[in-house]
Every structure is written in structure tokens, then in C-alpha cells.
T-cell receptor, first 111, second 111 residues
Framework: EDQVTQSPEALRLQEGESSSLNCSYT??????LFWYRQDPGKGPEFLFT???AGEEKEKERLKATLTKKESFLHITAPKPEDSATYLC????????????FGTGTSLTVIP | DTAVSQTPKYLVTQMGNDKSIKCEQN?????MYWYKQDSKKFLKIMFS???????INETVPNRFSPKSPDKAHLNLHINSLELGDSAVYFC??????????FGDGTRLSIL
């Protein structure tokens, strides 16, 4: 059973066109939901950690929110440099050492 | 200073060969991981070591053998390479409840 599902698989936005990426998860007893950004030819780069429903984190044009079943990554007025694949992961609540990743959303921002 | 470094960055080799990938982290983390990322960007955990002890060993062919000489290093040796082993292999490290830090990957191509 998939632990983490991300949608959409791909998203094309015009520069300045705000949107949201979704990450839904099925683990119970969440011990952390993580957002990463991955550029071509690079490893995932950590963006945010969220632990409890209602929590929000912001960084520049990005804001991550968390509910009991999903997380959203809101992108406000995106720029071409925001183009990347955004990955979501949850920590295994039983082991604490294992992380389950979604398949990512590939974001392209067109100038 | 690179936090998590992997070598080599690219590896092109023939089917049936044996190869190794090396990873080093200078973050002082106790836990290190190997992930395989397929063409659809899905990151699947292969192994995890905590203080040189193997703690996660997912369903991976026994042609893959990890080795951790100390907690800052985690190597991956692959015997009898097959076409299906072509992927990007990422090393990562983490400490307790903190997020993972990733290397930039080793792109393995089997001819």
C-alpha cells in the first residue's frame, strides 16, 4: 500500500501564476512530513518539516501546510527558478529511521 | 564544504561487471542510507545503517552489499550488474528526528 501519494504528477505554470501541490499520506501517528526540492542532476534538497495538523512553514514564495491526511505546498507568484521536482516524504512512525517518498511533482514555470 | 559526497558521479559499465559506489558525510550524523531513484523519480530505500550497524535492509537482490567502515562512510558494492540496475543511487544521512541530507547521486548506466 502506497504510504505517500503526490499530485499532480506534472504542473506547468506561467510566471506569477500561483498554485498548490498536494501530498496525501496514509501513515498513522505521523512523526514528520518532509518537503524536498530536487533539481536535475542533483540530490533532493530539504525545504520543510511539518509535524502536526494545522502547522505551517514558509520560505520565500513557498508555504507548506499540514492536515491529518495531506499536506500542501503553496507556490505564490512563482518564478522560472522555482522549476524543479518537489518531493514529499513521511517518517515511518514505527521505526523512525525509514522514510517513504512520493513520486514527486515536476513543476515548470514559464517566463 | 560538501555535506554528503558520493563518488563516482557517473558510472558506465558492462553487464556482469562488479562495481562500488562510495559515500561520505561530514555532518556528524549517526544514520546513513542508500536509495535507488528510477526514471520516474521514485526514491526507494535500499539500506540504512546506524552507527555502522545495519538497521534497514529492504527487498534488494543480494548482489547489492553495503558496508559501513565507520559512521561517516557508507559504501555500496554491486556484483554481476544487470540492465535493470541502471538508475541513480543516492546516499543520505540524518540525525535522530532531523530531515535527511542527500548527496548528488551516482548515475549508473549498464550497457
Amino acid at each position: 500500500e502506497d504510504q505517500v501519494t503526490q499530485s499532480p504528477e506534472a504542473l506547468r505554470l506561467q510566471e506569477g501564476e500561483s498554485s498548490s501541490l498536494n501530498c496525501s499520506y496514509t501513515v498513522s501517528g505521523l512523526r514528520g512530513l518532509f518537503w524536498y526540492r530536487q533539481d536535475p542532476g542533483k540530490g533532493p534538497e530539504f525545504l520543510f518539516t511539518l509535524y502536526s495538523a494545522g502547522e505551517e512553514k514558509e520560505k520565500e514564495r513557498l508555504k507548506a501546510t499540514l492536515t491529518k491526511k495531506e499536506s500542501f505546498l503553496h507556490i505564490t507568484a512563482p518564478k522560472p527558478e522555482d522549476s524543479a521536482t518537489y518531493l514529499c516524504a513521511v517518517r515511518d512512525p514505527n521505526t523512525g529511521n525509514q522514510f517513504y517518498f512520493g513520486t514527486g511533482t515536476s513543476l515548470t514555470v514559464i517566463p | 564544504d560538501t555535506a554528503v559526497s558520493q563518488t563516482p558521479k557517473y558510472l558506465v559499465t558492462q553487464m556482469g561487471n562488479d562495481k562500488s559506489i562510495k559515500c561520505e558525510q561530514n555532518l556528524g550524523h549517526d544514520t546513513m542510507y542508500w536509495y535507488k531513484q528510477d526514471s520516474k523519480k521514485f526514491l526507494k530505500i535500499m539500506f540504512s545503517y546506524n552507527n555502522k550497524e545495519l538497521i534497514i535492509n529492504e527487498t534488494v537482490p543480494n548482489r547489492f552489499s553495503p558496508k559501513s567502515p565507520d559512521k561517516a562512510h557508507l559504501n555500496l558494492h554491486i556484483n554481476s550488474l544487470e540492465l535493470g540496475d541502471s538508475a541513480v543511487y543516492f546516499c543520505a544521512s540524518s540525525q535522530e528526528s532531523q530531515p535527511q541530507h542527500f548527496g548528488d547521486g551516482t548515475r549508473l548506466s549498464i550497457l
